[in-house]
């Protein structure tokens, strides 16, 4: 019989793991390679003044088709949207900030690349973008139940264009059928065109700042910020870091690519609130 | 030879399995999952050579640089460009999707000019002695503007009229300002030039005094919540400490606030006021606090061709006696300001009035006018973009084409040039050489993002960059003979001074209450009484960020006051007249107003400071 | 003299094999000839040794295709020769000044992002062995399209579904390409190729 030995002492030197991290060096299952860049970016709540440019620059450059007769918030196409948002007071106490939301390119335990029965969605080894392929799409929007950032849109209508102003179509950017579900891919038509102009000069990657979305190239007060998260240097980075900086859902764990800042207090609470207030119909569901 | 059922079914059977092992089945199968993503109506874009072409935005007087990425020559997105010396690489949604005009399903195609020429020859050989032909020049300042002022010098009895300057016709300078009071202009939202607007937001305090938390007052430093219709009074209260207590009860603020709003604009200064729509008030205070010399100077053009300068003076329409204009061309052409129907109409004379429009829509005075002619719209259009309010020097920038207009297209300065019998010439290209002789200035040139002095250019080059994307810059001091914007300005004399005719609001302001008419106005959208994009569906319709033209916002217990439940089509009315509206329940507007996106039906019976009512349709 | 069971059976089998296999490719192509009858051999005599002299690249990386008018009708604006094909080109598009409807062996479809540049400058990639030796032919084979479809019968390769005419051009579908990057180790996630 073995008796416990008085004379073994516990170990002082070996401390308990208070706090076990989680381990960031695994990767997704299917990230399989390490990220050359992770594409990031950074709004400042505290410029956006809810103008618009941004949302219809995006509908530009991707293709987008005019809201159809039936079309309303609720069923409207807007990669990117801007809501308003306040701080629940009533008259001179009221306050408002913008928010523009657009697909949060989720890093971790991306909801959509999960839910998808096609595949149809992948998060992009080379890039961190989480790429939408609506020739794949079956429709079912699972996705779309599943994305907690309401980011992702169906195609109700076939898309239809004044005569002629299909002329004004962006070459770089598909166009999308009646029945798949689409969403932001952080402009990866601009990305394709950064490489094939760096593939011209011979140098196998882009360099950073080649290539911008067209929602951060139209703000006029520069509000919307993009660039490599990997690149300490580069703004969304920098925000990351920023005490006034927060992600929206940050308690679900979806590590998304997007930071917010603002200085003003009462819109990081706002912004963790579970129904922020609003006056609009800020109809997402 | 008799064939039993059996054989048949067991030749069907031996078909499907000998077809099983062909690719007949297994291809139809791949291609009808093919065939069924290809759905008809797709439209596949065109390919071709990507350029990038350079022009200036003709959709406001802010003119922002722009860049067009176009493919085989067809633009197909627009934006900033970002070394433009005003707008700094900031375009705004109109300007981002302008490329789209020329395809708007509510383009007019077709005009008849010829009719319209033979009614405008018959009633100018019939126009009485105290009768006047009369253009109406909804974007003046513009070269073609000049034109229209030449021909009407070169006809008996020829009026030009115009809309009243911004504050006057005089420059604002906003990198020199320190401290900003607003009366409810809306500075972040679409004032001036936007990239000039939030290049300079560092630099001063912004107060925005207005009853609502517009965009503007939301990201404004200190927002002021005065009580609709009150803006004049606090300018006052600030110009003259003595009104401040009936400011107080008017604005419903404290004569603290007032005193200490007051202290503040005087202490930290340069300081600037702004104001909805050009109060007097507002532009008394800027005297009183120093601001000519600063933040506001006189507004200048580029220079003229000396034989310009035999031309009619601008007029304001309230100035002409009633029913005297016999024929009248309006040119609405690019987008301006709007002058109400109701002010227009009362001076045409009442028998037969030869009424032309010159449009690219019937949206706007061709629902009044006998002809409307279809004119090429932005970027189609050849023609040049007065300075804007904020660019402190003159300028001169030329909105060179994209596009080629359609045929059949009428250009406005040939049609009244050939009616009134003058010779049009090509009026860019001889103001270009104007300005070429002055020597003076700098050219920006947008693709190689250059500036170089005037005298360092040949005529050839300046002409030819001005069409390839430029923007020429006076130097800042306004010279003696430089042509000072807005003839009716006065502004080293006293605002009393002014004629009448020069006041800037058409309709009259209605400062007492009045129960017909409850609900102050204010406009919430940038203005346009134009056409836009059919993308903008996306902030209209889409979501819910911004309200479509002809609609209005009201607080739910306002609504439900007024016999409106929930979003629907409701009519506003003014003692102008009334029109159909939509009307969108908002809590964030303050009960007892309304928040109006305006567009040319509301613009004809409603002012920025008008009052109204909503009843249900 | 009674039929085997199996006879029907067999019957029915062997006229579905027929069908399948002969008839099938016949009725499931159309096919029309290219709208010139242009000779590759000729013009790489005498008029440029290397694909990109006419079909380029441009500065910016992106590939101009198949030549348009303007790069033929700089040298044909007259006859050079004496051939009929020459003529009916001159006739036909140069002098009315209509752009050929050439249709590309290769066309993939809208949502496909293929770069070209990166493929011949960084893939160091010659044109033959993806388009195969369209630089010593005389004539253009006819273009078979499936109907249904809608895409070119060249794009399968070397399968049981080429045309003769291919002889041994490569494939152009998905897989086709993902293999090729695979055997070489670089990535082909969905968004490097699609748009």
């Given at each position: 019989m073995i008796a416990s030995n008085p004379a073994i002492q516990p170990n002082p030197a070996i401390q308990p793991n208070a706090t076990i991290q989680p381990n960031t060096e695994r990767q997704p299952s299917r990230e399989r390679k390490r990220a050359v860049s992770r594409y990031g970016m950074s709004i400042d709540l505290d410029r956006c003044t809810g103008c618009g440019a941004c949302m219809v620059a995006c509908a530009v450059e991707n293709n987008i088709p005019p809201a159809h007769e039936g079309a309303t918030a609720r069923k409207g196409i807007t990669w990117i949207r801007v809501f308003k948002v306040d701080n629940g007071e009533e008259g001179p106490a009221r306050r408002s900030v913008f928010v523009p939301v657009l697909c949060q390119q989720c890093g971790e335990d991306t909801p959509c690349v999960h839910v998808c029965p096609q595949q149809a969605v992948e998060v992009d080894p080379a890039t961190g973008i989480v790429g939408q392929m609506p020739e794949r799409c079956l429709g079912c929007r699972y996705c779309m139940a599943a994305c907690p950032y309401h980011a992702r849109f169906f195609n109700w209508w076939d898309p239809a264009w004044p005569a002629g102003m299909e002329?004004?179509?962006?070459?770089?950017?598909?166009?999308?059928?009646?029945?798949?579900?689409?969403?932001?891919?952080?402009?990866?038509?601009?990305?394709?065109?950064?490489?094939?102009?760096?593939?011209?000069?011979?140098?196998?990657?882009?360099?950073?700042?080649?290539y911008v979305p067209a929602c951060v190239e139209s703000c006029p007060t520069g509000a919307i910020r993009f660039g490599d998260l990997k690149d300490s240097a580069s703004e969304p980075a920098v925000a990351a870091k920023d005490a006034h900086s927060f992600r929206l859902l940050e308690k679900l764990g979806t590590e998304p690519k997007i930071y917010y800042r603002s200085k003003r207090d009462w819109v990081r609470q706002v912004a963790a609130a579970p129904k922020p207030p609003s006056g609009k119909e800020n109809a997402r569901g | 030879?008799?064939?039993?059922?059996?054989?048949?079914?067991?030749?069907?059977?031996?078909?499907?399995?000998?077809?099983?092992?062909?690719?007949?089945?297994?291809?139809?199968?791949?291609?009808?999952?093919?065939?069924?993503?290809?759905?008809?109506?797709i439209p596949r874009p065109a390919r071709g050579e990507i350029t990038a072409r350079y022009t200036n935005c003709a959709l406001c007087p802010a003119g922002c640089a722009v860049r067009a990425r176009c493919v085989a020559g067809q633009p197909v997105s627009l934006a900033g460009v970002s070394g433009g010396p005003l707008s700094l690489g900031a375009l705004c949604a109109f300007g981002l999707t302008g490329h789209h005009l020329p395809y708007h399903p509510k383009r007019l195609k077709?005009?008849?000019?010829?009719?319209?020429?033979?009614?405008?020859?018959?009633?100018?050989?019939?126009?009485?002695?105290?009768?006047?032909?009369?253009?109406?020049?909804?974007?003046?300042?513009?070269?073609?503007?000049?034109?229209?002022?030449?021909?009407?010098?070169?006809?008996?009895?020829?009026?030009?009229?115009?809309?009243?300057?911004?504050?006057?016709?005089?420059?604002?300078?906003?990198?020199?300002?320190?401290?900003?009071?607003?009366?409810?202009a809306p500075l972040l939202d679409g004032w001036g030039t936007p990239g000039n607007v939030h290049a300079a937001r560092a630099n001063f305090r912004l107060v925005q005094a207005e009853p609502w938390e517009s965009r503007t007052a939301a990201l404004a430093d200190e927002w002021l919540p005065i009580r609709p219709g009150s803006e004049a009074a606090l300018a006052l209260a600030l110009t003259d400490p003595k009104t401040a207590a009936s400011a107080a009860q008017a604005t419903g603020l404290t004569e603290k606030q007032i005193a200490g709003l007051a202290n503040e604009l005087r202490a930290n200064g340069p300081a600037l006021v702004l104001s909805a729509d050009d109060l007097p008030e507002a532009m008394a205070l800027n005297q009183a606090l120093g601001a000519w010399g600063q933040t506001l100077a006189a507004g200048s053009e580029a220079p003229l061709p000396d034989v310009w300068k035999k031309a009619a003076p601008e007029r304001v329409v309230a100035s002409v006696a009633d029913n005297s204009i016999r024929v009248l061309f309006i040119d609405e052409s690019v987008p301006g300001s709007h002058i109400p129907w109701s002010a227009v109409e009362k001076k045409l004379v009442r028998d037969n009035p030869v009424v032309v429009a010159f449009a690219w829509s019937l949206e706007g005075y061709g629902r009044h006018a006998q002809f409307t002619l279809p004119t090429a719209v932005y970027p189609e259009l050849t023609g040049d973009i007065p300075p804007a309010v904020d660019s402190p020097a003159a300028t001169f920038r030329i909105a060179a084409p994209l596009v080629a207009p359609p045929a059949g297209m009428t250009d406005p300065s040939a049609f009244i040039a050939k009616a009134t019998g003058i010779d049009p010439g090509n009026a860019l290209q001889e103001r270009a050489d104007a300005i070429y002789k002055s020597g003076q200035g700098t050219l920006f040139t947008y693709a190689d993002a250059k500036s170089t002095p005037l005298k360092d250019l040949k005529p050839a080059d300046f002409w030819k960059s001005?069409?390839?994307?430029?923007?020429?810059?006076?130097?800042?001091a306004v010279g003696q003979d430089a042509i000072l914007r807005g003839d009716c300005q006065s502004p080293r004399g006293p605002i009393a001074n002014r004629p009448a005719g020069c006041l800037p609001a058409n309709l009259p302001h209605i400062g007492s209450l009045d129960?017909?008419?409850?609900?102050?106005?204010?406009?919430?959208?940038?203005?346009?009484?134009?056409?836009?994009?059919?993308?903008?569906?996306k902030l209209y319709q889409d979501s819910d960020l911004r309200m479509p033209p002809n609609t209005a916002a009201l607080h739910p217990d306002t609504a439900r006051a007024s016999g409106i439940l929930g979003a629907a089509r409701a009519v506003l009315e003014t003692q102008y007249g009334r029109c159909a509206i939509g009307v969108i329940p908002d809590a964030s507007v303050p009960p007892g107003m309304l928040a109006v996106a305006a567009g040319a039906e509301v613009l004809d019976i409603c002012g920025a400071l008008t009052r109204a009512k909503v009843v249900a349709a | 003299m009674k039929i085997p069971v199996y006879m029907p059976f067999l019957a029915g089998a062997l006229a579905a094999l027929g069908a399948g296999w002969v008839g099938f490719p016949h009725a499931i192509y159309k096919s029309r000839p290219q709208p010139v009858d242009f000779s590759h051999k000729v013009h790489a005599d005498k008029a440029g040794t290397k694909c990109e002299d006419c079909h380029a690249f441009r500065e910016d990386g992106t590939f101009a295709g198949i030549p348009s008018l303007s790069t033929c009708a700089a040298c044909h604006a007259a006859p050079m020769g004496t051939t009929v094909a020459e003529k009916n080109f001159i006739d036909r598009y140069v002098t009315p000044n209509r752009e050929p409807d050439w249709a590309s062996y290769a066309q993939q479809p809208e949502n496909v992002f293929f770069s070209h540049i990166t493929h011949v400058k960084l893939g160091q990639l010659k044109c033959e062995q993806c388009h195969g030796d369209q630089g010593a032919s005389d004539k253009l084979r006819p273009y078979q399209v499936d109907r249904i479809s809608g895409y070119s019968r060249d794009i399968w390769g070397p399968t049981l579904f080429q045309s003769k005419a291919a002889g041994t051009v490569p494939g152009m579908k998905m897989d086709d390409c993902v293999d090729c990057h695979r055997k070489q180790g670089l990535s082909h996630s969905c968004l490097d190729c699609h748009k």
């Open positions: 002329k004004t179509l962006n070459p770089d950017v598909a166009p999308r059928m009646r029945g798949v579900v689409e969403k932001c891919n952080f402009c990866h038509g601009r990305w394709h065109a950064a490489k094939e102009r760096a593939a011209a000069a011979g140098k196998p990657e882009i360099e950073a700042g080649a | 030879m008799q064939r039993t059922r059996r054989e048949i079914l067991l030749f069907m059977g031996g078909g499907a399995a000998g077809a099983m092992l062909t690719p007949a089945p297994w291809r139809l199968v791949t291609d009808a999952a093919i065939w069924s993503e290809n759905w008809p109506g077709q005009g008849t000019p010829e009719e319209a020429a033979a009614a405008v020859r018959g009633a100018m050989a019939k126009c009485g002695p105290s009768e006047n032909i009369a253009v109406l020049d909804l974007a003046p300042g513009r070269s073609a503007s000049w034109t229209y002022r030449r021909a009407m010098a070169a006809v008996a009895n020829g009026v030009y009229l115009a809309p009243p300057l911004p504050l006057g016709g005089a420059a604002v300078n906003l990198a020199k300002a320190r401290i900003v009071l607003s009366l409810g001005l069409n390839e994307g430029g923007a020429w810059i006076a130097n800042a129960t017909a008419f409850p609900l102050p106005v204010a406009f919430s959208e940038p203005q346009s009484a134009s056409l836009t994009s059919p993308l903008m569906s | -």
